[in-house]
């Protein structure tokens, strides 16, 4: 798929130490350590609805992650697919009576647009599950083989199943134990009631041909991919394993991100296919939790039709910590607004308060896990001492307006 297109990110002087992001997997913030090209794949979207804030602070924060590796010198190869064939993308078309294929492009060129206006750099490699459907058959095909999956017994739907169990270090992702992970693999689009399955917690590959859904041929039969395995395929191809970052919302932690992982370690016999495990805390409204079902969700494209400034929005949802569940309420955009009202006039002086020290604040921030708050908190410094005490490096002005851009992917 074409990705978004990009924005120019300006060059900054000097650099900050190395990157601590918070891994699920050790339960603790380690440094990242890329070679020469970091490796991300972060897990997109099921394009059936808009953007809404959720996704974007999610993206956000995996945009900062790039844009700190890119200060740091590394070239970053970023990987994101698009769910365009799977479950609520073919209920929603069934419901609103739409052709799947068409909600599937229109909503992903609403993605694209969304992103494009959040400043959000663009993946290497966007991806869609459709177009990937052939390395994914290879991958499933080689784990039938190897005996890591397995067919259903069930002779109207010999559905194809990953046995959980031919992982070694199947569990090591989430750190969950097996009552969690029962509980959230019903939660969250498993069928632990399946009959014909070795064990309840097993995930859907390859789902065969039923009436009324696409299916691909393939040597497995005629069929559509799982959501795990997809990402597995398409992630692995492209970066490889041992990958420096692996990320999502929270909700992916299980079963998502510990079925990907597990069937990378069946396919490969390597450990671990990423590095970090990054996950993103969830953005609820005026306390109560987003969701489609309470009809609550808050969408990019809407706020940008109110005309909402996308600087304001990103520099909003900066204002929070990523790994904190928060909740969304309006003001944060008012606030946003007088925030970046502040930066401006401080960046239009001739001259300002020494620039070297808030850049040097700004990156210790984002290094320490990306304290947004924190990096936030050391422009204002720089801003309010530069609009009382009228500083006198004449350099700070566009040094300051480089190194927001960069690292905040702030335009002022
Ligand atoms: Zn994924």
């Known amino acids: 798929m074409q990705p978004w297109t990009s924005t120019p990110v300006p060059r900054l002087s000097g650099h900050g130490r190395p990157l601590r992001l918070y891994d699920t997997a050790a339960g603790a913030v380690r440094p990242t350590a890329p070679g020469r090209t970091a490796r991300m794949y972060v897990c ?3 394009p059936y609805d808009a ?12 945009d900062l ?57 663009p993946p290497r ?46 569990g090591s992702e989430s750190g969950y134990d097996a009552e969690t992970m029962a509980r959230l693999s019903a939660e969250r689009g498993g069928d632990p009631e399946r009959p014909g399955k070795r064990h309840p917690l097993d995930a859907l590959m390859w789902r065969t041909a039923r009436e009324g859904e696409p299916s691909w041929d393939s040597e497995l039969g005629p069929g559509r991919p799982g959501w795990h395995v997809e990402c597995c395929a398409i992630g692995l191809n492209r970066l490889g394993t041992g990958f420096d970052v692996q990320g999502g919302g929270s909700d992916l932690i299980f079963p998502h991100h510990e079925f990907s992982a597990a069937h990378s370690e069946a396919l490969t016999g390597e450990y671990p296919m990423a590095r970090h495990y990054v996950h993103t805390g969830m953005i609820g409204l005026n306390g109560e939790k987003m969701s489609k079902s309470k009809g609550n969700l808050v969408f990019v494209s809407r706020l940008r039709a109110d005309q909402v400034d996308p600087m304001a929005l990103r520099l909003a949802l900066l204002s929070g910590h990523y790994r904190t569940d928060r909740s969304w309420a309006p003001e944060m955009l008012d606030d ?41 908190a050391a422009v ?23 190194a927001l851009d ?5 335009a002022l």
């Not at 590796?69 to 697919?81: E, F, L, P, S």
Request: net charge negative; charged share 25%; with cysteine.
């Open 51 to 62: 953007t809404h804030l959720g996704h974007a602070a999610t993206y956000l924060a995996f």
């Open 380 to 402: 204002d410094a720089w801003a309010t001492e530069t609009l009382t005490q009228r500083g006198s490096d004449v350099d700070a002005p566009a040094a300051l307006t480089a």
């Open 44 to 46: 997109g979207i099921t």
């Open 65 to 121: 992650v790039n844009r700190y590796w890119r200060d740091a010198g590394h070239d970053v190869h970023y990987v994101q697919n698009v769910t365009d064939v799977d479950d609520p993308l073919l209920e929603r078309a069934r419901r609103d009576q739409d052709d799947w294929i068409v909600l599937g492009m229109r909503e992903t060129a609403l993605f694209r647009e969304d992103m494009e206006s959040l400043r959000i750099l």
């Open 406 to 410: 960069a690292l905040l992917g702030i």
């Open 125 to 170: 490699d966007f991806v869609g599950a459709v177009e990937a459907i052939g390395e994914i058959v290879e991958v499933i095909a080689k784990l039938l083989a190897c005996g890591a999956a397995y067919r259903v017994e069930d002779a109207e739907h010999p559905d194809l199943y990953f046995d959980h169990q031919a992982a070694a270090h199947f």
């Open 336 to 376: 946003a607004v007088i925030r970046l009202d502040l930066w401006r006039q401080a960046v239009a002086l001739p001259a300002g308060a020494p620039a070297q020290d808030a850049v040097h604040q700004l990156r210790a921030h984002l290094a320490d896990d990306l304290d947004t708050p924190g990096a936030l």
